[in-house]
């Protein structure tokens, strides 16, 4: 019976493996992905110390463009709102 790796949830690999991915399987265990492997029937997980802060790891994004006013677009926007209002209260 050879020792086996457990990683990514139902994936199982040889210990040599394991060895041979040992940075990417350390990587894995910080991301939260669940690390374990077996060896003569017992099973060991691969915990980091302390959780990491998967909060830290995002990357923002930019949303609005920052060359663009968003005082000067709602007033453009109330502008023609009320333009539109204007056209639709002489139709009464």
């Not at 910080?30 to 915990?47: A, D, N, R, Y």
């Amino acid at each position: 019976m050879h020792p086996n790796v457990r990683y990514y949830m139902y994936m199982v690999v040889p210990i040599s493996k394991f060895r041979k991915e040992i940075f990417s399987l350390a990587e894995a265990a910080l991301s939260g992905t669940p690390v374990e492997f077996t060896h003569k029937g017992v099973t060991f997980k691969v915990i980091p110390e302390k959780p990491m802060d998967k909060v830290k790891n995002i990357t923002p994004l930019q949303i609005v463009n920052p060359e663009y006013s968003l005082e000067s677009a709602a007033a453009e926007m109330r502008t023609e709102m009320e333009r539109e209002w204007e056209k639709d209260w002489s139709q009464l």
